[in-house]
């Protein structure tokens, strides 16, 4: 199944968080050129990862239980419009790394899915881009 965490690793990408997050969805962890941000609690933040069952992202001064209404603008080109949509999220841990575990809180099932799609996509890109970065230093060895 897709949504699960995957084993795969690359040495340059990591497609699984490296953090004690026990959500058992699939998180995609964007590069810095990729990154989606939200607006919690007054404070615009990039993400670290994102699932269908939460986000995580750097603390700045939080506390667990802390919650918010954010609003998710997900770019998926094959779609005619863009999936907008806003959601209530609650912070549920703090790890040692200082990362936030926010889960979602009361979303819908269309809204669920929307995210598990846009976590795929993500997905077959990164996927892609390592093996075309794979073929590129196979030629350049040649």
């Not at 790394?97 to 993500?122: A, P, R």
Request: with cysteine.
């Amino acid at each position: 199944m897709c949504w699960k965490k995957p084993l795969y690793q690359d040495s340059k990408t990591t497609l699984e968080s490296p953090t004690s997050d026990q959500r058992s969805a699939y998180r995609y962890r964007a590069d810095c050129s990729d990154c989606l941000e939200v607006s919690f609690l007054d404070k615009k933040i990039p993400l670290f990862d994102i699932s269908a069952g939460g986000i995580s992202f750097y603390n700045q001064g939080f506390s667990v239980n802390d919650m918010d209404v954010v609003t998710f603008d997900l770019n998926l080109p094959f779609m005619k419009k863009v999936p907008v949509f806003s959601c209530a999220l609650k912070i549920i841990s703090i790890d040692e790394n200082n990362l936030c575990h926010l889960e979602f809180v009361d979303i819908s099932g269309t809204e669920q899915e929307i995210i598990h799609l846009y976590v795929l996509k993500q997905q077959e890109k990164q996927l892609k881009k390592i093996k075309r970065n794979k073929l590129n230093k196979r030629r350049n060895n040649v």
